[in-house]
């Protein structure tokens, strides 16, 4: 049984601006940095197999921070496209609020974020479909790349264990979607820093309460 313990990036630039970020990127503030210092502390005590991001600066530096302060510099961190965050077209470095009012009147007036949540595949559909850059994707390229990554690096030990896996917010929702839905309802912002534990037995995923 492979445990991974998913963590969303610490806080960038353009978080603390209140930007969209999807596959844009920026570098962790100093307070980023803390809040990876801060959960590498809380994870001193987890022996990771392996360790694996998205190929993001900020995602490889939060990754970085949290190995260190848990004393295992040794792991090496395998970066993983599959890992990215949803791209978010033309709202890529939007202002949240712009980008939360268009999503939903898109889908005909959504006023509350854990509703936006439960319909996750309908966020993604109309994203892409007002993109004119032609990189948006459908949610279930994005289920897709995401679940093969997991499978991939679970697939790569030779023992049970744990494997860190650093990654995005839409991303981790994506999962919660598939694998736990009760849990994304009780907790429907994924904050930086924050971790979300998830069990694969090698034939089904699970969320750790």
Not at 32 to 41: F, I, P
Not at 65 to 77: H, M, P, R, V, Y
Request: net charge neutral.
């Amino acid at each position: 049984m492979t445990c991974f313990y998913i963590v969303r990036h610490g806080q960038t630039l353009l978080n603390s601006l209140g930007r969209a970020q999807g596959w844009s990127d920026s570098p962790l503030t100093g307070s980023g940095e803390q809040e990876a210092r801060n959960l590498g502390e809380k994870l001193s005590s987890v022996l990771f197999n392996a360790a694996y991001t998205s190929d993001t600066k900020r995602a490889v530096q939060t990754a970085n921070i949290i190995l260190e302060e848990s004393g295992q510099t040794g792991i090496k961190i395998y970066q993983d496209s599959r890992l990215r965050e949803w791209c978010l077209g033309i709202m890529e470095a939007e202002i949240n609020s712009v980008f939360v009012q268009n999503v939903s009147e898109w889908m005909g007036g959504i006023s509350s974020l854990p509703e936006m949540n439960r319909r996750l595949p309908e966020v993604a559909a109309v994203i892409k479909e007002h993109d004119t850059t032609g990189m948006a994707e459908p949610f279930e390229q994005i289920k897709k790349r995401l679940t093969e990554a997991l499978i991939s690096a679970g697939a790569s030990q030779t023992t049970d264990g744990n494997i860190l896996i650093v990654t995005h917010a839409f991303a981790i929702k994506t999962l919660m979607y598939l694998f736990d839905m009760e849990s994304m309802a009780q907790a429907p912002k994924v904050k930086n820093a924050s971790v979300v534990k998830l069990v694969y037995d090698n034939q089904a995923f699970r969320l750790a309460r």
